[in-house]
T-cell receptor, first 113, second 115 residues
Framework: GENVEQHPSTLSVQEGDSAVIKCTYS??????FPWYKQELGKRPQLIID?????GEKKDQRIAVTLNKTAKHFSLHITETQPEDSAVYFC????????????FGKGTRLSVIA | NAGVTQTPKFQVLKTGQSMTLQCAQD?????MSWYRQDPGMGLRLIHY???????DQGEVPNGYNVSRSTTEDFPLRLLSAAPSQTSVYFC??????????????FGEGSWLTVV
């Protein structure tokens, strides 16, 4: 089955700086990689995802990059704002296809004003 | 459109008691799942279902039971609560499995404390 590792576990940045969170996965057949954001006391919500047929996807200040050869994908947040403070989770399919997602252990991002 | 609804939101149990966490979705999603969230451990899959009448185990199924008699409902039963089951529980649904590239929608969570 899939194993997803996420780093770092905590990250503090100054407002306006960039933040990068990296995940590695074990199953080379995995083809879908979403990122979820969880604000304090709230439910996780999808913020961006990428499929294995592209190397990068952007949505305003956030982007995700995928390196299939190295089996890692990263979340990039530019021009960070206090409302970006949250826990971010990466995920990958458990065994591919119509299967559940396996989540990383999360990164707590703090944006310091 | 309520999405995914979980009840109760907060619950305190004594060791050995049993209880059921309720989950209902109104999006006609085939796929439903239960995750538990513990500090530093991320979201770990307990059980999941790909449709009514079909359930399967996830990463941490011991001590939990599920059934899926309808498309809408996916209750999680704690058979004999233990302090190790103190956690936040999230129910989730999606049109098909999250691995197929569909957004997973989470409920608001159920905070369970076992004393």
């Amino acid at each position: 089955g899939e194993n997803v590792e996420q780093h770092p576990s905590t990250l503090s940045v100054q407002e306006g700086d960039s933040a990068v969170i990296k995940c590695t996965y074990s199953d080379s057949a995995s083809n879908y990689f979403p990122w979820y954001k969880q604000e304090l006391g709230k439910r996780p919500q999808l913020i961006i995802d990428i499929r294995s047929n592209v190397g990068e996807k952007k949505d305003q200040r956030i982007a995700v990059t995928l390196n299939k050869t190295a089996k890692h994908f990263s979340l990039h947040i530019t021009e960070t704002q206090p409302e970006d403070s949250a826990v971010y989770f990466c995920a990958a399919p458990a065994t591919g296809g119509n299967t559940p997602l396996v989540f990383g252990k999360g990164t707590r991002l703090s944006v310091i004003a | 459109n309520a999405g995914v609804t979980q009840t109760p939101k907060f619950q305190v149990l004594k060791t050995g008691q049993s209880m059921t966490l309720q989950c209902a979705q109104d999006m006609n999603h085939e796929y439903m799942s239960w995750y538990r969230q513990d500090p530093g451990m991320g979201l770990r899959l307990i059980h999941y279902s790909v449709g009514a009448g079909i359930t399967d185990q996830g990463e941490v199924p011991n001590g939990y039971n599920v059934s899926r008699s309808t498309t809408e409902d996916f209750p999680l039963r704690l058979l004999s609560a233990a302090p190790s089951q103190t956690s936040v529980y999230f129910c989730a649904s999606s049109p098909v499995g999250g691995g197929s590239g569909n957004t997973i929608y989470f409920g608001e969570g159920s905070w369970l404390t076992v004393v």
